[in-house]
């Protein structure tokens, strides 16, 4: 095995995201740094251990992802000419999670009056990247104002007697797309003006 004094180093990348879930796709990419155009073979260590290798494809992917692909990942390229080998990439900690569960909590309080402001926030336990978010009232998607793309955050200002229901949040990411599973149920209960 030959060694540039200068090698190029390959980085490793993760799509979508480095803390991900059971049933997720999940893509590791490799990319030799200052490569060129020159073509590569690629090998994939986990735990520095070989698990995946020379293969021309700079992607691997999990399809889906196990808790036991849990692991620290590590990539070379082989440059086809010559046999030349790229740096060692820095290692990338991939961690998968069980269930996808979404948690929805309401500020500053779920008993209201008319008139007030009030937040739900839906958030995704150990993970914030890429998600989408879908909100549902008594069973029916609030589709002209769920802000999909907005975070996870939906107000209702001002609140009216017609916002009275239970809410539920969704988060969706990736493709193709994953789902978590529905939140825990938040009632609202907004009443009439104090007279």
Not at 8 to 14: D, E, L, N, Y
Not at 105 to 134: A, I, K, M, N, Y
């Amino acid at each position: 095995m030959r060694v540039l004094t200068e090698s190029p180093k390959a980085v490793v990348s993760v799509n979508p995201d480095k803390d991900v879930y059971r049933g997720e796709t999940v893509t590791l990419g490799c990319d030799i740094q200052s490569g060129g155009d020159t073509e590569w073979k690629y090998s994939w260590f986990k735990d520095d251990q070989e698990f995946h290798l020379h293969s021309t494809s700079q992607e691997f992917r999990f399809n889906p992802v196990r808790e036991h692909d849990s692991g620290k990942f590590t990539c070379r390229g082989e440059r086809k000419r010559d046999s030349v080998f790229s740096e060692m990439s820095d290692a990338l900690t991939l961690t998968v999670f069980g269930e996808a569960q979404a948690v929805l909590s309401v500020s500053p309080q779920s008993w209201l009056t008319e008139g007030d402001s009030v937040t739900l926030s839906c958030e995704v336990r150990h993970s914030s990247t890429g998600w989408r978010f879908s909100w549902y009232r008594d069973g029916q998607e609030l589709v002209s104002d769920s802000r999909r793309e907005a975070g996870g955050s939906y107000t209702l200002s001002p609140a009216a007697l017609n916002h009275t229901g239970v809410y539920v949040c969704r988060a969706t990411r990736g493709e193709p797309t994953f789902d978590t599973q529905s939140s825990n149920p938040q009632p609202l209960w907004i009443t009439g003006e104090n007279m």
